[in-house]
């Protein structure tokens, strides 16, 4: 029995009564995720499935949009309650993140995904320790997929995947780059206005981090696959290809990683459609010894807008979006005289109130539409209602097939086409566009003709052909019945199943036992420090000593990032491990040798003991300019520091051999923070007391999380020959540009110093070269410009922050992150979340200019400014300054 967990943030969900077309965020997709999640929690051996979305308190929708849980009730639930267990089945988990009583479009939720993240990740966790009482025999109960739907949730999904170190899959839905295209196209806008309106760059760049991050990429259509994903830097087909036949002959890949991408179509249920058999005429006879069931109200509706409503029905449901080409086939029909005399056109465009409360390109689309039905003289040929139920949509498709009437989707490019196997259930021939997922469908089903959605002469020949052949028409119906079985929920859901578990199990793995669930209060918040000499097997002390060039996994397969086997003794091993994490070349007589394991005493690191965690993130050229940022936070906390009820963790781009160094140079001890995270996130230290142990200690367990798809050696010599290339093209006397700083780097952060800020690409070309390379990784400008870190793909400053919650229980509300007013290039991911923030001005170069220039998206895009967990300081931020600013944040009185 298992679990796993859905992420589709945008639009509004719930399990019935979907208010589909209610705008543009409330589509397709809506339903494609509640009947997945609901089908496969029906499933042999599934336990629990978690769609988790946003939680709306807003009056402008409905008051179930704020319920916090929804169980989704299976279609065929007759004895299925009574074999489920107490917690078990499929829910809408509805997490609270964004604007509070404000119901928001999805561009507007990218500044808010961090928020989503941090409240995921807090489900998960407890629900792991439920399921676990449950059916995992006391051990936690870990998803074995988190799976994001669209963008926004692509973006969450790797970010949980990466703090959990569970398995990613991702579905796209429809892609940025393939509507950028389109976009352009149209020439309705310039690439800017395209970015200003859609936020599509940063659209894109989370599709970029999605292909990063999945085991998986599920598709409806190949078309998807060779025709849209291969626009990413992150996905090329035929290097994908070579990979996989590498893999299969056990041939190195040199730290090299692509995506499966697996084609599932989406599934419909079909137990409750019985398909129309009479028609207009022949139903009107009737049987005399059986009363005829009432119409549907929404028959009359329609049927009110036309002249001869026993005419075939052209059936069209769409929203009124441009990229649906209403506007086309409402041309098409107008100009073909054979077609008009024949049919009528219905067009269901969603709900409406009036054209003024639309949105603005929505309400473009209709007024054309009615401009086009008065040009033309449509009137009683073209049905256009403002308002029906999701529950009437299944008449419409009736009433379509009663008159032998014919389904259209005109989209300009369609990712799958749902609406297409809706139609086909209920006995519809179809006539759809050639572009995406309807030539899948087409083929599986044959039950239609395609048509290019750019000619209007191509859809009114179509439409025209299958109304007036009649037999074509029986035959298109006919075939569609016949093979609809395909599609439904059950054999999807084998399907998932199936190439779910050809995943690598993945989950967090403490080698020092259970102690994280240890929550007992220390007696005094000021304990000792001493109690980190205890932590647990997998605090291993660093060691001077040389990068292990063996560790990573580097090259060996696309899946598995370590050979399972090992011929090494076990004291090789222990000094191996012992090693691993510890920065290059550094020769500190402080640093102790160790082979022996520490126990698991129950002991662990002071900073989930305080009542506040204070991380100073603040980003500046010199170390010495950090600490100097540091003091000023030290004075500003002088008393809480003194009681010792809060705790500090320095979050640098310093490695720690450089941090210590300076603190040994100043007389300062390591004691004064609780834990270290450097090198951009790539490492986590906690100090030590007992000075036969050394100064500090790695956290490995940490090192486990962030090796995904880690490119070690291959991706190093691939960055070296980088920043080579870099030299011989932009240095005329072949003075280094950038140049690999070995003493710098470590098992995990491959860093390279920058003698010319200004002649290096920004990283976002460094991102694209590497994507492109199908090498997975994280690179970060630092220090203003003047050190690049490569470090793990999913590693963060940020995510490690998150790491101690997953590890040592320490509530992220309670923690309190120091910025400058920028910083490195990953400054944007240090803001947001449910953590405070606090943006000290003043104290740190301003660098933003030229390093957010790395940024193909305003920083507004992705930093919530208005959050009320964020505050800045004014001018010149002193001691008391920023003691006023914690004050306003209400972070001293708690």
Known sequence: MFSTMFCSLHGLIRGENMELGRDSDTGGQVKYVVELARALGSMPGVYRVDLLTRQVSSPDVDWSYGEPAEMLTPRNSEGFMDEMGESSGSYIVRIPFGPKDKYIAKELLWPHIPEFVDGALNHIIQMSKVLGEQIGSGEPVWPVAIHGHYADAGDSAALLSGALNVPMVFTGHSLGRDKLDQLVKQGRQSRDEINVTY????????????????????????????????LYDGFDPILERKLRARIKRNVSCFGRYMPRMVVIPPGMEFNHIIPHDGDMDGEAEGNDDHQAAPDPPIWSEIMRFFTNPRKPMILALARPDPKKNITTLVKAFGECRPLRELANLTLIMGNRDGIDEMSGTNASVLMTVLKLIDKYDLYGQVAYPKHHKQADVPDIYRLAAKTKGVFINPAFIEPFGLTLIEATAHGLPMVATKNGGPVDIQRVLDNGLLIDPHDQQSIADALLKLVA???????????????????????????YLTRIASCKPRQPQWRGGDDAEDTSEPESPSDSLRDIQDISLNLKFSLDGEKNDDSGNA????????????????LEKAVLNLSKGAVKNTRNPGFIERTDQMTGSGKFPLLRRRRHLFIISVDCDTISGVFAAASIIFEALGKQRNEGSVGFVLSTSFTMSEVHSFLVSKGLSLA????FICSSGSDVYYPSLNSEDGPFVVDEDYHSQIEYRWGGEGLRKTLVRWAASITDKKSENQDPIISEDENLSSNYCYAFKVQKPEAVPPVKDVRKVLRIQALRCHAIYCQSGTRLNVIPV???????????YIRWGVDLSRMIVFVGESGDTDYEGLLG????????????????????????????????????????????????VLRAALDKLGTLRN
């Open 469 to 495: 052949d009649k037999q074509l028409w029986l035959r298109c119906r006919q075939n569609g019945l016949k093979n609809i079985h395909l599609f439904s929920w059950p054999e999807h859901c084998k399907t």
């Open 555 to 570: 090259d060996n397969s696309l899946d598995f990032e370590e050979n399972a086997s090992d011929p090494k003794s076990k």
């Open 794 to 804: 999913l590693a963060s400053r940020s995510q490690a922050l998150r790491y101690l």
């Open 833 to 880: 979340g449910i953590h405070k923030s606090v943006i000290m001005k003043g104290i740190a170069p301003n660098t933003g200019n030229r390093l957010y220039a790395n940024r193909s998206y305003p920083l507004s895009d992705v930093v919530p400014f208005d959050s009320p967990n964020i505050i800045q300081t004014s001018e010149n931020c002193t001691s008391s």
């Open 199 to 230: 936020k599509i760059m940063r659209r894109i760049e989370a599709e970029e981090l999605a292909l990063d991050a999945s085991e998986m990429v599920v598709t409806s259509t190949k078309q998807e696959i060779e025709e849209q994903w291969r």
């Open 672 to 675: 004064e923070f609780d834990a």
